[in-house]
């Protein structure tokens, strides 16, 4: 997402974590939180839900408005902290305690559907080029904040900025031995050599990709 939530202001921080912890509020409870009017606190909710982050429903018991109620969307849900990767690589850690060939397993198929997929998008695509961005772009999608660039001589460079899963990586060195597989597995024609790996402490995990046949023919 675009919003983070020690970026929005203080009031609004406030109302969404009222939110979050109550399910539900009207506009004069939320301005109890924050000591202001209910009006004040609606003016404070009016950016959040233009921004997609709360949501309301209205309830009529009666003659009169129907009474206003406030909660959060699932898009908001991902402001607050999430420990997803130290209890995978928790639960990993277990699963490999009592038997290290199911974990290596699970991460070869894990390997294999990824593959599985992305073969998917590149079938039809011929040019070695156009098959290098198109794994470049699935990369990227999959939040390893992926960029591909030309190399001198031939090939091209494929950088991915972002980790998607450096809390399991940096306890299991299968998760990159099946990352490098995966791109080899993609792009059979191409030779892949790993250059710079972030858990090795660069600031990015860099992949050289050169097509066996330009190799050949150079």
């Known amino acids: 997402m675009d ?27 939320l301005a109890d939180v924050l000591a202001i009017t209910a009006s ?3 003016q404070q909710l009016t950016p959040l839900v233009s921004a997609g982050l709360v949501e309301h429903r209205d309830e009529r018991s009666g003659p009169g408005r129907p009474r206003r109620f406030y909660r959060l969307t ?29 974990l290596a397993r699970a991460f070869e198929r894990r ?16 040019d070695f080029e156009a098959r ?4 470049t772009a699935i990369l990227d999608e999959a939040g390893y904040l992926a960029e591909v660039q ?10 991915e900025h972002n980790c998607a899963i450096l809390a399991v990586a940096r306890h299991h060195g299968h998760a990159c031995t099946t990352e490098l597989g995966f791109i080899s597995e ?20 860099v992949y050289e990709v ?5 190799t050949e023919a150079g």
């Open 132 to 135: 290098v961005r198109e794994l």
């Open 186 to 205: 993609v792009l059979p024609e191409a030779d892949v050599r790993r250059v710079a790996h972030i858990v090795s402490g660069s600031a990015a995990c």
């Open 210 to 214: 050169r097509s066996r046949a330009a």
């Open 74 to 102: 699932a898009s908001a849900d991902a402001l607050f902290p999430k420990n997803y990767g130290e209890l995978t690589t928790e639960l990993l850690d277990h699963v490999g305690a009592e038997d290290p060939e199911l």
């Open 150 to 159: 030309p190399l001198e001589g031939g090939g091209f460079r494929i950088a």
């Open 3 to 29: 919003v983070v939530l020690p970026q929005l202001p203080p009031s609004r921080r406030v109302l969404l974590d009222a939110l979050r912890r109550r399910g539900e509020a009207r506009a004069e409870e």
């Open 40 to 42: 004040a606190a609606r």
């Open 111 to 126: 390997r294999a559907t990824r593959v599985a997929q992305a073969r998917v998008r590149l079938d039809g695509l011929e």
